[in-house]
Antibody
Framework: EVQLLESGGGLVQPGGSLRLSCAAS????????MTWVRQAPGKGLEWVSG????????HYADSVKGRFTISRDNWKNTLYLQMTSLRVEDTAVYFC???????????WGHGTLVTVSS | EIVLTQSPGTLSLSPGERATLSCRAS???????LGWYQQKSGQAPRLLIY???RRATGIPDRFTGSGSGSDFTLTISRLEPEDFAVYYC?????????FGGGTKVEIK
């Protein structure tokens, strides 16, 4: 069974940094494209970033480009999202998700809450 | 960026009724790369439909996806109590990947 478990969320001041982790089990992380999606309180879903199965390609939403970095450690079966220069509008629950063959999101973690506030 | 517009914003129906949810794209969605997700309060989204009309593993056949080009529909043939939730469409054919704003299906 595919399981994804996010961690690393918390309260951070504007301008601060945070690294989110997503521990994967039940499948081979290194052969799967992965993504991060966020959801601001009471709002809809927003795609944030994705990484290809071969690690050669990463994509970012314009809203986070230059501030967030997606990466993974296949030995630890863990996906990461390094977030810097955080803004109040980055406040959201961040979900990691596994991508299916055509880049739809077929498995999701339960999310970790990031709150950016002074 | 492809903008997805979902309608209606809220659908008030009774169990056993049929639900029809619409998702309209600002431009044609490549290769019918359109998915539907269900999200219940406090939970992660769950994939229902991918490639416009293919049911994900374990999804009951009362959920049907249809459409092509820029117009897509999710139909729930007979609403069960567990189907009351928010539904999102998503296109994954063109970067950036985008979601619609969601349709809430609530109990009338």
């Amino acid at each position: 069974e595919v399981q994804l478990l996010e961690s690393g969320g918390g309260l951070v001041q504007p301008g601060g940094s945070l690294r989110l982790s997503c521990a994967a089990s039940g499948f081979t992380l290194r052969t799967s494209a992965m993504t991060w999606v966020r959801q601001a309180p009471g709002k809809g879903l927003e795609w944030v970033s994705g990484i290809s199965d071969d690690d050669f390609t990463t994509h970012y939403a314009d809203s986070v480009k230059g501030r967030f970095t997606i990466s993974r450690d296949n030995w630890k079966n863990t996906l990461y999202l390094q977030m810097t220069s955080l803004r109040v509008e980055d406040t959201a629950v961040y979900f990691c998700a596994k991508e299916g063959p055509n880049n739809y999101f077929d498995s999701w973690g339960h999310g970790t809450l990031v709150t950016v506030s002074s | 960026e492809i903008v997805l517009t979902q309608s209606p914003g809220t659908l008030s129906l009774s169990p056993g009724e049929r639900a029809t949810l619409s998702c309209r794209a600002s431009q044609s969605v490549s290769s019918r790369y359109l998915g539907w997700y269900q999200q219940k309060s406090g939970q992660a989204p769950r994939l229902l439909i991918y490639d416009a009309s293919r049911r994900a593993t374990g999804i009951p056949d009362r959920f049907t996806g249809s459409g092509s080009g820029s117009d897509f529909t999710l139909t729930i043939s007979r609403l069960e109590p567990e189907d009351f939730a928010v539904y999102y469409c998503q296109q994954y054919g063109t970067s950036p990947l985008t979601f619609g704003g969601g349709t809430k299906v609530e109990i009338k």
